[in-house]
Nanobody
Framework: QVQLVESGGGLVQAGDSLRLSCAAS????????MGWFRQAPGKVREFVATISSSSGGTTYANSVKGRFTISRDDAGNTVYVFLQMDSLKPEDTAVYYC????????????WGQGTQVTVSS
């Protein structure tokens, strides 16, 4: 049974930090590229950050570059993916989703249910 479970969301003030976690199990997710996406009210879901399975290379949306850091822990059967979010802004308010993309595929195959992040001004 595939599961991606996000946690760590909450209500914070502008300038604060949050660390989101995603626990991925049920597949060999150590071989998957993992990503974070977000969806704000009334907006389409957008890319936030990814981390590859092999080199651990990372990519970020311009809007979060320099403030957010993605990382992963592949040590056990459950793969953990983290999103450290610093210097949060009200425009970072959204539901944040963890997702997994297999080797040689363009689309993300698995998604979590999301965790709410609300940043007050």
């Amino acid at each position: 049974q595939v599961q991606l479970v996000e946690s760590g969301g909450g209500l914070v003030q502008a300038g604060d930090s949050l660390r989101l976690s995603c626990a991925a199990s049920g597949r060999t997710f150590s071989r998957y590229t993992m990503g974070w996406f977000r969806q704000a009210p009334g907006k389409v879901r957008e890319f936030v950050a990814t981390i590859s399975s092999s080199s651990g290379g990372t990519t970020y949306a311009n809007s979060v570059k320099g403030r957010f850091t993605i990382s992963r822990d592949d040590a056990g059967n459950t793969v953990y993916v983290f999103l450290q979010m610093d210097s949060l802004k009200p425009e970072d308010t959204a539901v944040y989703y963890c997702a997994a993309r297999g080797i040689n595929t363009a689309a993300y195959d698995y998604w979590g249910q999301g965790t709410q992040v609300t940043v007050s001004s």
